[in-house]
């Protein structure tokens, strides 16, 4: 079967106050997830210098992160209930099971990419409660730099209630905001003059949350000449100013649409192309279609002239991609083991090349989504997961169809599992062969 494996479904997500409270088998839960093995290579975390404790608050403070990848943007607290069908109006039902865990795209992304083996630090805040308190020491249990992880002395950390309805394989998130980072803690911290920066970081992540930080930061990388790459999940506040400024962008499947105002997919990416002229990779995630990602080079290619020609091509590699894989159907190389033990395998490829009517090249390619042996069991997260390897990929140098290779794989496994990083793999259960690209550009 072919599963959602790189991109969230559609979601109900509304707005509400609350904070997620505990409950021990939530705990137990956690618990048993911080106890698998510690797979990261070559990477201790060090303890964050300002610890929280009580309601204190950590001020912002400039301090220079040893990190290959520094992400800025939203962490937060996820409460999970599995059931076995969203419940109608006025009824009471039971959940089959329940899960706290961290969440928040930013902070989601940062862990599977320090569980592939990546040094990474997260900028963001949380609130002076309990739900911080848990944010903060699951992110440090994964290894994740928090030195800058700010605590508000009045507002809550962002919570999140999610139903997975196991009989329709979907999600509805009741979403509960905390406070912005303020331009005023951004420039405590440093931002926009690249205090936060190191000659280690190789890439700055920005997932469009905080943006008043988000543009200073911006600012710093660009100051340093390190790249960045920007999520666009939906049109956000101060979006636009990063997409413009980004090396490498990331869509889920409705943001091209939404954001061009473009009826057809391939309008709405040849828009996107000609729009943002310092990206060298676009890549968009199409649920359990896969993935369609740009890049930019030099060289002639296939004529695009309108986004008609564009989803033209983009069908007929969709082609090449099937026949590809009919071509190995049952003998598809096993990429990854899930922590259930199910494998994963890798779907098919293929590429081409356009170029816009102006004379700029790209290199176009499509891959299909992962297979697993078992059911899905939750796509909450899957695109944070993909991500995350996308990070690593990025900061390591890899090429584009090995990062969505790694991607595809790394976004399946975690769909195995309840909550956005339970199943989220660590470098050791993928094959030798991936682990391989990764360590051997990290090495170089």
Known sequence: MVVHAVGPRPDHVAAMSGIASSSAAADRQRGAMHQQPDNRCAYRHRPSRYPIVGSAMKEPRPAQLDCAVLGLGSCGLDTLALVDSFPAPDEKIRARRLLIQGGGNCANALTAAARLGAPVAIISKAGSDAAGSSIEAELQGEGIDTQCLLFSKTGPSPTTYIIVDAAGGTRTCIHSPGEDMTAVEGEALGLERGVVLSSATKLVFLDGRHPEAAVQLLGGAHARGIPVLVEAEKPRPGLDVLLQ????????????????????????????????????????????????????????????????????????????????????????EAACTALNGSLVRVGACASGHLQLQDGTGFGVLVHQAASLETEVVDTTGAGDAFLGSLLVSVSVGASLEAAAKLGTVVAAAKCTELGARTGMPHLAQLHPSLQGVLESRRAA
Do not use: H
């Not at 490498?248 to 057809?264: G, R």
């Open 245 to 332: 400024g980004a090396q490498y962008v990331y869509t889920n499947a409705t943001f091209p649409k939404t954001w061009t105002q473009e009826l057809s997919l391939g309008s709405a990416l040849l828009c996107m192309l000609g729009r943002l002229t310092s990206a060298r990779w676009l890549v968009t995630t199409l649920g359990p279609s896969g993935l369609v990602a740009f890049q930019r080079q030099e060289g002639s290619g296939e004529p695009i002239g309108s986004g008609a020609d564009l989803d033209r091509l983009m069908q007929k590699l969709w082609g090449e991609a099937d026949a590809r894989r009919k071509g190995i159907e049952g003998s598809e």
